[in-house]
T-cell receptor, first 111, second 117 residues
Framework: DAKTTQPNSMESNEEEPVHLPCNHS???????IHWYRQLPSQGPEYVIH???SNVNNRMASLAIAEDRKSSTLILHRATLRDAAVYYC????????????FGTGTRLTIIP | DTGVSQNPRHKITKRGQNVTFRCDPI?????LYWYRQTLGQGPEFLTY????????KSRLLSDRFSAERPKGSFSTLEIQRTEQGDSAMYLC???????????????FGEGSWLTVV
C-alpha cells in the first residue's frame, strides 16, 4: 500500500508562510496527491489536490516535486484559524477509492 | 445547511448496550463512508457504500458493527454490545462516485462522539 511520511508537528508564527512537507515515494504516475486538514473537534476538510504541476486555491498552494515523490503544502499567511492537523493522503488507486489517514502534522500557530 | 449531517453528536452509553448513529450525506452524493477516530490518531476507515451497496469493509469492523444504507440515502452504523474500546468519534463522509483518484472531494460530517462507560 502507498504510504506518506509527514513530520508529527510544526509551529509557525501568525501571518507568516508555512510549508508543510510530505514524502510519498511510492506514488505512481497517475495518482493524485490530496491534502486534508482537521480543525479541533471537527471532521476533516478538503484542502487541495494535485497531480503534477503546482496548484493554487483560496486555502493553500501545493508544490509538487518534479519526481512527484514529495510535495509541500503552503499556507501563504497563517492565521490562528489554520491551527489544525494536516493530512497528506496516500495516493488513491482505482478500485481502492477511500482516503487513508496517518497521524498527520499538527500545526500550531503562535500569535 | 447542506453538508453531511450526523446524529447524535454525543452519546454516552453503558458497556454492553447497543448504539446507533445516523448519517445524512450531501443529497446528490452516492458514496458514503464511515470512519472511526480515537484521540491523537487520524481517522480509520471502516466501510463505504455506493448507493445502497456496501462495497468494502475494514477488518476493524467486527461482527458487533453493522452499517446499512437501505435506500441509498441516509446510513446507520450500529454497534452491538458496546465495549470501552469502542469509545471514539465516528465520522461519516460522502462524495460523488467519481474516483478520488480523479481528485473528487470527500466531505466529512462533524462526527458522533461515543463514550462507553
Amino acid at each position: 500500500d502507498a504510504k506518506t511520511t509527514q513530520p508529527n508537528s510544526m509551529e509557525s508564527n501568525e501571518e507568516e508562510p508555512v510549508h508543510l512537507p510530505c514524502n510519498h515515494s511510492t506514488i505512481s504516475g497517475t495518482d493524485y496527491i490530496h491534502w486534508y486538514r482537521q480543525l479541533p473537534s471537527q471532521g476533516p476538510e478538503y484542502v487541495i489536490h494535485g497531480l503534477t504541476s503546482n496548484v493554487n486555491n483560496r486555502m493553500a498552494s501545493l508544490a509538487i516535486a518534479e519526481d512527484r515523490k514529495s510535495s509541500t503544502l503552503i499556507l501563504h499567511r497563517a492565521t490562528l484559524r489554520d491551527a489544525a492537523v494536516y493530512y497528506c493522503i496516500p495516493p488513491v488507486s482505482f478500485g481502492n477509492e477511500k482516503l487513508t489517514f496517518g497521524t498527520g502534522t499538527r500545526l500550531t500557530i503562535i500569535p | 445547511d447542506t453538508g453531511v449531517s450526523q446524529n447524535p453528536r454525543h452519546k454516552i452509553t453503558k458497556r454492553g448496550q447497543n448504539v446507533t448513529f445516523r448519517c445524512d450525506p450531501i443529497s446528490e452524493h452516492n458514496r458514503l463512508y464511515w470512519y472511526r477516530q480515537t484521540l491523537g490518531q487520524g481517522p480509520e476507515f471502516l466501510t463505504y457504500f455506493q448507493n445502497e451497496a456496501q462495497l468494502e469493509k475494514s477488518r476493524l469492523l467486527s461482527d458487533r458493527f453493522s452499517a446499512e444504507r437501505p435506500k441509498g440515502s441516509f446510513s446507520t452504523l450500529e454497534i452491538q454490545r458496546t465495549e470501552q474500546g469502542d469509545s471514539a468519534m465516528y465520522l461519516c463522509a460522502s462524495s460523488l462516485s467519481l474516483s478520488a483518484n480523479l481528485g473528487n472531494t470527500i466531505y466529512f460530517g462533524e462526527g458522533s462522539w461515543l463514550t462507553v462507560v
